[in-house]
């Protein structure tokens, strides 16, 4: 049956083998089979460059050229931790650029899909800190730095957010209703997909007297989250992780 996959919020990185396995494992199965494959953001815990070496990287860009070169187009949008994914890895691994905010047709209804940082405006303080991050001359001048000097930047960044998130609520971290609507208004959708808040949820609601829906992709963090859609279905689905790994 025709459907497209959407995923978010993997975090992959060395330090959890089961979570790198359940989405090669997920690319080798379930990936091809679909009309495309829509990653909404940090797949990676964190990006430091493309040039950046490692034995993951060139495992998750091997899965997606194998999907691409298999019939199934793989597109990505930007996340908080790996923001800084860039030309040089995306050509390496055969998938689509697109910008922070898109509307995409499926099936004949679009959808409006994003990362879903920009919705929790309540959040005042990352608001101010992505914005700085996102500063064209800030990136060019990190990305020149030796690898090891970035991996301790990332390191440090890493070690904030999650102080600064232990100390902030639940609430202030969701997204802001008001600025879901606004988006969605924007867009002229009657459908929001995206991920971040790590809050995997189908939302239903009106706007403008008319029904739309939001769907949340959840993180991988203890089990995949995998959002299914198809021409007369939708569904946000669980996968299991990988127990058998160390």
Not at 126 to 143: A, D, E, H, S
Request: charged share 25%.
């Amino acid at each position: 049956m025709p459907h497209t996959l959407f995923i978010a919020d993997l975090h992959l990185s060395a330090g959890r083998p089961d979570i790198t396995a359940a989405f090669l494992h997920f690319m080798e199965h379930e990936a091809p089979e679909a009309d495309a494959l829509y990653v909404l953001g940090d797949l990676f815990e964190f990006w430091i460059g493309d040039d950046e070496p490692s034995t993951l990287n060139r495992q998750v860009a091997a899965a997606f050229r194998i999907c691409r070169e298999g019939g199934t187009p793989v597109y990505y949008i930007h996340g908080n931790r790996d923001f800084m994914l860039g030309r040089r890895f995306a050509a390496e691994a055969g998938m689509t650029l697109l910008p922070e905010h898109k509307v995409i047709d499926l099936y004949g209804e679009p959808a409006l899909i994003m990362h879903g940082d920009t919705l929790c405006t309540d959040d005042a303080g990352y608001q101010r800190f992505r914005r700085i991050t996102r500063l064209g001359w800030l990136q060019w001048l990190f990305l020149r730095l030796p690898l090891q000097k970035r991996l301790k930047i990332a390191d440090g960044i890493r070690g904030r957010s999650a102080r600064s998130k232990q100390e902030k609520s639940v609430t202030i971290m969701d997204v802001n209703q008001a600025e879901v609507e606004r988006q969605m208004r924007r867009a002229g959708v009657r459908r929001l997909i995206h991920g971040h808040t790590h809050r995997p949820a189908v939302h239903d609601f009106e706007l403008d007297g008319r029904p739309v829906q939001r769907l949340v992709l959840g993180d991988w963090y203890t089990q995949g989250s995998v959002l299914r859609i198809g021409p007369d279905n939708t569904e946000l689905q669980r996968r299991e992780l990988n127990k058998d790994m160390p």
